[in-house]
């Protein structure tokens, strides 16, 4: 029995998901940077020591990527950062699918005052400019050390929105089928017609809105540490921007061209892994995109 759930789950979501030459490309960007987040470190030791003898050396053999202003090498500082962009991304995008999925089951469900009064809130959060108000929150929280997962928590807070809109007009179409109306006519409980009964049908849309999150995510959690408002991580790559940009002078002198570029190539790399991923997943399962097909 295990093996054929196993072999049904194969054939009807990671062979065409592999099959999708977006999807695959976007999975192996992506796979490549985990393995670099979670093996990296563990192989390429850090040295955060100065060594201003050595300040921006061109790439090579001993420094794949260079040295910085301080003569550290920013190749390992790449590696080392990835745990935090890439941890601090998916908890965010974790956080906002969560929130994004229970209120937006639990809009499209309820009528009435329930209904209206969760149907002003999604709509507070979705015209209130996000950007902007994630920067004056960090602001506030500033002076306090918040880890990883409050971080997450708080750029969470301004992307679950656009989801639970989208959710709750995928429920007003399933909460009339059959099933659901046996549910309420045995007395099951709300909770249960909603997330047995309802969320279930929704887990493919749910976990293509999850890889669509990573990109605005990432985007988010990159321009807080590039602004210095989230707790400090010199090796967080918006750090690394930020030091590149500002504090170092890189784009004043020829010698230190390389320091941005790196850092801008692997942000870009990750963000376009991400991208091709749920476009490749939104192809393979969106049943409006295969009929164009």
Do not use: C
Not at 44 to 53: G, H, Q
Not at 68 to 86: L, M
Not at 148 to 165: H, M, S, Y
Not at 222 to 243: R, S
């Amino acid at each position: 029995m295990r093996k054929k759930r196993f072999l049904d789950f194969f054939y009807d979501y990671v062979q065409p998901l592999i099959s999708n030459k977006k999807s695959l490309a976007g999975s192996i960007i992506l796979l490549f940077f985990v393995l670099m987040a979670t093996i990296g470190p563990m192989i390429v030791p850090l040295n955060m020591n100065s060594d201003f003898a050595n300040r921006y050396q061109r790439p090579s053999l001993q420094h794949p990527f260079g040295t910085d202003y301080f003569g550290v090498d920013i190749f390992q500082q790449i590696v080392h950062g990835s745990r935090s962009v890439i941890s601090l991304t998916l908890f965010a995008s974790l956080f906002a699918v969560i929130i994004g999925t229970v209120v937006g089951v639990a809009r499209g469900y309820l009528e009435g005052i329930g209904g209206k009064l969760l149907d002003a809130i999604i709509t507070v959060f979705l015209v209130i400019p996000s950007f902007p108000a994630l920067l004056i929150l960090a602001a506030i929280f500033a002076d306090t050390k918040l880890n990883t997962v409050e971080v997450a928590l708080i750029v969470a807070i301004w992307l679950w929105a656009p989801l639970a809109k989208q959710i709750a007009a995928q429920v007003l179409t399933v909460k009339s089928r059959e099933f659901v109306e046996a549910s309420r006519m045995l007395n099951m409980g709300l909770g249960y017609i909603l997330f047995s009964d309802i969320a279930k049908l929704l887990i493919p849309y749910i976990f293509v809105n999850f890889v669509t999150q990573l990109k605005s995510a990432m985007e988010f959690s990159i321009g807080l540490m590039f602004l210095g408002l989230a707790k400090f991580d010199p090796t967080h790559w918006g750090v690394m921007l930020n030091y590149a940009l500002y504090q170092a002078g890189a784009l004043y002198t020829p010698k230190g061209f390389h320091y941005p570029f790196f850092v801008i190539l692997n942000i870009v790399l990750l963000i376009y892994g991400g991208i091709l991923l749920a476009q490749g997943i939104e192809e393979v399962f969106n049943p409006k995109l295969r009929g164009h097909e």
